[in-house]
């Protein structure tokens, strides 16, 4: 056993590599431990032509230390293609691309270990030992990147196949829609994109496509520059204050500045639309549902879909081939972390309760610390799940960790205001 890390980190995927990419200088002992062989990002929902909704800029450090080597630009510099990234003038960058910065940054930082996964975590009383690819490892504190498992309806649970399934691997599945009445559940991004792809013949000519969303109508995602601001440092430190009820309500209201669908996807799809219903006539049939729930699923050599229409109050009912579900993903807590957070305090709900470093104190002996990243949406707001403040939460993790500031994490006054400000905050603006 070597001897006690300060930091271990379960987990390599974005967040934890950013603080592993802002630790870098510090005078920190630190090691990240990641399950898969080689660095992969939602390998997945690699479809081509899918796009980043997060600007690059907003990538693993730029945003509180531009000068750090792992930056998308240090990325795009030793690529040898900055140049020509300038040139393109993209409005958004593929997928594709920023999950290769990550696994250029996750094979550069000596902290990073890949094909380690951890087995098990306990208290021995003084540190926490983890059971890593059979070896133990002791560390004073945890960095726990939780990742997110897919969301599947109860009632599709029972029907998962090769022709029921959720949309979050198809990149990776021997997909074959051939003159089959295709079902696509879920009015998001990953739904448009996957009409969007069965339009083009991805996968075959479909004989039909009905695309189920429980939305209003398709929606866009809400991009614009008021509602950006709150996916900055001050809004999630005031959302972070206020009670949780409150809280509860924000997020509701602020659903589609994360979660509806690119406006360039948006205006591709209603134009391959068109082009199909009046140029080319040949495309399959073609129902978009919106207001519709899934609320019972059968199977008798296809699959009955029953929809409740909540526009008009009323029950109906689709056939399909195939199911493709794109019904996001629900948070998945490491197996090996369960016995601990039973025992963090949590709220009304069982949510860990976080303070503004994401982390807890560990209730055993000493001034041990759990930081919990992609576990505080229902806490530190909207932009907590979301790559935008990726960087901003590593350095409040670092600093935290080191007990200073290593990095600014604040930004400079500005017209908007959220909360109420004090005397003292209104003479320093």
């Known amino acids: 056993m070597t001897a006690p890390l300060d930091l271990a980190g379960i987990g390599a995927g974005p967040f934890n590599l950013a603080v592993a990419a802002l630790l870098h200088r510090q005078p920190v002992n630190a090691r990240f431990f990641e399950a898969k062989a080689q660095h992969s990002w939602h390998p997945g929902m690699m479809l081509p032509q899918a796009l980043l909704q997060t600007s690059y800029l907003k990538d693993l450090v730029t945003p509180v230390d531009p000068t750090n080597p792992y930056s998308f630009l240090a990325y795009l510099v030793e690529r040898r293609r900055f140049y020509a990234f300038v040139n393109a003038e993209q409005e958004a960058i593929s997928r594709q691309e920023f999950a290769d910065y990550l696994a250029w940054v996750a094979t550069r930082l000596p902290s990073v270990q890949m094909n ?196 008009v109050d009323q029950d109906e009912f689709v056939q399909a081939d195939m199911v493709i579900l794109c019904t996001g993903l629900s948070d998945a807590v490491p197996v090996c972390m369960a016995p601990l957070l039973d025992q963090l305090e949590c709220d009304e709900a069982g949510r860990p309760c976080l303070d503004g470093a994401f982390g807890t104190d560990w209730p055993g002996a000493g001034q041990r610390r759990i930081y919990l990243l992609n576990m505080a949406r229902h806490s530190h707001g909207i932009a907590e799940p979301n790559l935008s403040l990726s960087a901003w939460r590593a350095a409040c993790v670092v600093n935290d960790l080191v007990g200073r500031a290593c990095y600014d994490t604040g930004q400079a006054p500005g017209p908007m205001q959220w909360t109420t400000r004090t005397a003292q905050q209104q003479a320093v603006a």
């Open 116 to 311: 380690s996964a951890v087995e098990s975590v306990e208290d021995t009383g003084e540190h926490f030992r983890l059971r890593v690819a059979g070896q133990d490892v002791l560390s004073r504190n945890l960095c726990v990147a939780a990742g997110k498992r897919p969301y599947v309806p109860e009632c599709c649970t029972a029907h998962l196949s090769s022709q029921c399934f959720h949309a979050l691997g198809i990149a990776e599945q021997d997909v074959d829609v051939r003159g089959k009445r295709v079902a696509v559940i879920g009015g998001g991004q990953t739904g448009a994109e996957i009409v969007l792809h069965l339009l083009d013949n991805t996968w075959g000519r479909p004989a039909a496509v009905n695309w189920v969303s429980r939305r209003s109508n398709f929606l866009p995602l809400d991009e614009t520059p008021f509602t950006n601001d709150w996916f900055t440092p001050d809004y999630a430190r005031d959302f972070q204050q206020l009670p949780q009820g409150r809280r509860e309500q924000l997020l509701a209201e602020q659903k589609l500045a994360s979660d509806g669908i690119s406006p360039v996807t948006l205006k591709a799809l209603y134009q391959r639309m068109y082009r199909l219903a009046h140029v080319d006539e040949q495309g399959p049939d073609l129902a978009l549902l919106p207001k519709r729930s899934l609320i019972a699923m059968r199977y008798t050599g296809h699959y009955g879909l029953s929809l409740h229409n909540s526009l």
